[in-house]
């Protein structure tokens, strides 16, 4: 299969060059090596693949049609050689995790600092998206991992605990809050709310607190990008509630912080995968820098 891959790498390179001379040099092989190899192809396609002459190299109208398809072959067997190889790597490959937002631009970027101090031909692939989102991604191994907080039992997924993220209140400086160290549960009801969306986990856990304690927290406010709330807040349009990896992650050097008591609101965070699958090595390793940064917060 490698002969013929030179082959169809020599007819692309030729194709894209329109000169067997500066396609030889290209791939370091002489041209008369290169005019077997295309010679060998054009025998194995019965077909002629060029038309030549003293100044110029072009396709033949077969040739063209023939190209595309020639040329997504050769990337798809080039991926499948670079998989094979990272499969059989201990130091090398690919992991593909999902995240909430606030995992992503926190946590994760220090685990896969640590992570590639020791490994660094591992590649991390990172899909940030909402607690609805990342159980399906999950679920239907698009990635291999996720790191995120269930808000409901999942008998698909497997659990581990990494950290307790803690709620907090988050004002602007000139609040009528200000000089408050803490708050009830029940006293967020008062004042105008800045939360993040429903399909967020940050929002599915405030609003299952308020249910059980029988406390009604509706949002003034409601944006997508926890930037976009902490700077709600900020302009003193109301009171803020994120959780404290959020705003540690981002800027809130213009918010006062303020802790919710009587009930504390947290969420446990932490990874999840999908039972009964077997994790491959970078997987593993990224999770073991995830418990390692985890545990040193």
């Not at 499969?87 to 631009?105: I, K």
Request: proline share 5%; hydrophobic share 45%.
């Amino acid at each position: 299969m490698l002969g013929d891959l030179k082959q169809l790498r020599a007819f692309l390179a030729i194709a894209r060059l329109g000169n067997f001379t500066r396609a030889a040099y290209e791939l370091n092989i002489s041209q008369s090596a290169l005019t077997i190899q295309i010679q060998q192809l054009e025998t194995h396609l019965r077909t002629q693949l060029f038309d030549r002459n003293r100044r110029s190299v072009n396709l033949t109208p077969q040739g063209q049609e023939l190209f595309s398809r020639i040329e997504r072959l050769v990337v798809e067997i080039e991926d499948l050689v670079t998989y094979a190889r990272d499969a059989n790597d201990p130091d090398r490959g690919t992991v593909t995790v999902a995240a909430l937002p606030s995992v992503a631009a926190g946590l994760l970027p220090r685990a896969i600092h640590r992570l590639n101090r020791e490994y660094p031909r591992i590649t991390v692939r990172i899909r940030d998206t909402v607690a609805a989102r990342l159980t399906y991604l999950i679920r239907n191994g698009e990635v291999d991992f996720g790191v995120g907080s269930p808000v409901k039992r999942d008998q698909e997924l497997v659990w581990e605990k990494l950290m307790t993220d803690r709620f907090c209140a988050f004002v602007a400086p000139d609040y009528p809050w200000t000089t408050r160290d803490s708050v009830t549960l029940r006293e967020l009801a008062g004042p105008p709310l800045i939360l993040p969306v429903r399909e967020s986990s940050i929002r599915m856990h405030i609003e299952a607190a308020a249910d059980k304690h029988r406390i009604s927290l509706p949002a003034a406010y409601e944006a997508v990008y926890n930037s976009t709330i902490m700077a709600m807040a900020a302009q003193g349009l109301g009171v803020a509630v994120l959780s404290e990896l959020v705003v540690r992650s981002g800027d809130a050097n213009r918010l006062r912080r303020i802790s919710i008591e009587d009930p504390p609101l947290y969420r446990f965070i932490g990874i999840l995968r999908r039972a009964g699958r077997s994790l491959s090595r970078p997987a593993e390793l990224l999770i073991d820098a995830l418990r390692t940064v985890a545990g040193g917060d």
